[in-house]
């Protein structure tokens, strides 16, 4: 036994590479934090209006949507009314998101397929990673410990794996910051997606907590997930997002341990993982 009670930590961020990320995966998690009367913030750090002409691509993503040429700030006000339903404060950085991004130097678009956003390969831009991290940074820095709970980086969506390599940077320059890893939904419920995700970190997160969740909070994420209007297969179809399909991959992880639902998170700090499943349970 230690011979000191460490205190518990009473703050929570998430980082969301876009608007819905966190809600999607961690929509039960929020809620049951609040419960227990931990704060929650989401940062979403790919947050900006796109600028200039729309590329074919991005084009093809706003009619998908049915949105117009800010689709941003349709999808930050799905956002703000989702994070209202969690009680959870809501930030946002302006970068701009892999489909709106252009070389700072030639002006031409970087990603014009699905291909180039989900292939794992963000063009070494080295100088974008130095600014998320700064950004990031003076919004944590000298807060008391705080979870930083980021994704894993499945579906190996360009964005996401950036902001997980920022949160690996971030978690190892503060101190507070205890360094907790989510499973991205819908890209999880693919087979062999979230242990390509484990595999492509070095060292590889080991330890994984289910939290269990209540009818309460399964509640809460589908009100909330509700609010992503324009995401969902009601508006975009069979590119849509279908929450039951989420819904029920939570209800699947939890079967093996008699849980109704849960969302699963992962560690490569066994002691965090510890403290976290313990401020869940
Ligand atoms: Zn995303």
């Known amino acids: 036994m230690k011979d000191t009670m ?107 397929t699905k291909g180039d956003v989900f292939g794992g390969n963000w063009k070494d831009d080295d100088s974008l990673l130095f600014d998320l991290i700064g950004r990031c940074r003076e919004l944590l820095t000298h807060k008391g410990d705080f979870y930083l709970i980021a994704p894993l980086g499945v579906g190996n969506h360009i964005d996401h794996l950036l902001t997980q390599t920022a949160a690996s940077h971030l978690s190892q320059e503060l ?34 907590v289910l939290v269990p969740l209540s009818e309460e909070d399964l509640k809460a994420k589908y009100v909330a997930s509700k609010q992503y209007q324009s995401q969902l297969e009601a508006t975009a179809g069979a590119v849509g997002i279908s929450i039951e399909e989420i819904i029920n991959y939570g209800k699947k992880l939890g079967q093996a341990s008699g849980l109704n639902f849960t969302e699963r998170f992962w560690f490569t700090d066994s002691h965090i993982a510890e403290q976290f499943s313990l401020a869940t349970q």
Request: hydrophobic content about 35%.
């Open 175 to 208: 101190e507070d910051a205890k360094l907790t890893y989510y499973e991205e939904l819908p890209y999880a419920t693919q087979s062999e997606a979230v242990p390509i995700a484990l595999r492509r970190q070095s060292p590889p997160p080991q330890t994984s």
């Open 6 to 112: 460490e205190d518990p930590i009473n703050q929570a961020v998430f980082l969301s590479p876009h608007y819905d990320d966190a809600v999607l995966s961690c929509g039960g998690t929020l809620n049951l934090l609040r419960r227990k009367n931990i704060s929650c913030s989401v940062i979403t750090l790919f947050a900006g209006s796109p600028t200039g002409e729309l590329s074919t691509f991005a084009t093809w993503f706003h009619g998908v949507w049915k949105l117009p040429y800010d689709a941003t700030a349709y999808r930050r006000e799905e956002n703000r009314k989702a994070l209202i339903a969690l009680n959870a404060q809501e930030l946002s950085l302006d970068f701009q998101s892999s489909i709106y991004r252009r070389d700072p130097s030639t002006g031409t678009i970087l990603y014009n």
